[in-house]
């Protein structure tokens, strides 16, 4: 046991050697001899003997390709301190290198903050979640919407890589509409803050699906479950003006009076009063009330009259204020 302790160690001790000599600048003869040395103790048995050659080798620029792979390619000790620093590979050998390495190096070389394209786009196009999530978390390098298309084809599903996307402040504008209906809702909200995304654009994306499975709930509901639920909403933050409004085009007047009432602080029957449109200035003072926008104005006007003058929640034979009027303020 003491013999083979002792050749190991001479093993590692000339590892050491190796790397100091291909470190410096040699003669091309000596240097391919010293290389062949390199190589056979890349192959050692031996898995410290291979991490001590992989270390000291972390820093020396010119190595044989074949070589530089072979520590690329080797267990997790070995790999990942020469992966995380070495200069032996440029953009395009690491890129096409990626694709046959171990998920383990993947990771290593995604925490690199001197990445080029090649290998960023390499890493989304072939690493595992845990590759990619730390690649989304490196904000030293660039992601060009290649490699941001190759993340959301691949993890489109998977929302907390998703979300760790989204804190990205370097995203393609396109890229943050791929995903805006795919992170959650605080997500969604600082990707709309810091991309100066429009609102009614978010909601468009993002609404889709929220929208129907809360149509589902509300749709054949009595008025007292549709308060409740929309309280919770409302303390949960979770209620817009767009959202109001989509609801109550698919026929939901005890979701819009919910809201309204909710929101300016007044009984059900006045907020329904003013959006039967009996009065033009209730409506316009309900309307300023809420803190409702110029732009959404109008489309809540269009609203009370098909809900409450033209259908079944109440008819008026009085004109109806006008769109401009409705939105002023």
Not at 58 to 63: E, S, T
Not at 275 to 299: T, Y
């Amino acid at each position: 046991m003491m013999l083979i302790d002792s050749v190991k160690l001479e093993k590692m001790m000339l590892a050491k050697r190796v790397a100091k000599f291909l470190n410096g600048s040699q003669s091309d003869d000596d240097r391919i001899a010293v290389e062949d040395v390199a190589r056979l103790l890349a192959r050692d048995l031996s898995t410290q003997v291979r991490e001590v050659l992989a270390f000291e080798l972390r820093h020396c620029d010119v190595l044989p390709s074949d070589l530089a792979e072979k520590i690329a390619r080797d267990v997790e000790d070995v790999a990942s301190p020469f992966l995380s620093s070495t200069h032996a590979f440029n953009d395009e050998t690491l890129a096409a290198l990626i694709p046959s390495l171990a998920e383990h190096a993947r990771v290593t070389i995604a925490r690199r903050p001197d990445l080029g394209g090649l290998a960023v786009k390499a890493l989304a196009e072939h690493s595992e979640a845990p590759g990619v999530t730390t690649l989304v978390r490196n904000d030293s390098v660039g992601l060009s919407q290649e490699a941001c298309d190759a993340v959301v084809g691949r993890f489109g599903d998977d929302r907390r890589l998703m979300d760790q996307l989204s804190a990205r402040a370097d995203l393609p504008l396109v890229v943050v509409e791929q995903i805006i209906d795919k992170v959650s809702d605080h997500c969604r909200d600082t990707l709309m803050q810091h991309y100066a995304v429009d609102g009614t654009l978010a909601e468009k994306i993002a609404g889709g699906s929220r929208i129907e499975a809360l149509w589902q709930q509300i749709a054949n509901a009595a008025p007292q479950q549709v308060h409740a639920l929309v309280n919770d909403m409302r303390k949960q933050k979770r209620l817009t003006h767009l959202l109001v409004a989509e609801m109550a085009e698919r026929g939901s007047a005890s979701f819009l009076e919910s809201s309204f009432a909710l929101e300016a602080g007044l009984p059900i029957i006045q907020v329904r009063e003013a959006l039967n449109l009996k009065k033009a200035q209730d409506f316009v003072d309900l309307m300023k009330r809420i803190g409702v926008s110029k732009a959404m104005a109008p489309r809540f006007l269009n609203i009370a009259r098909k809900l409450y003058v033209e259908g079944a929640h109440g008819t008026n034979d009085n004109a109806a204020p006008s769109a401009g009027l409705a939105g002023e303020g």
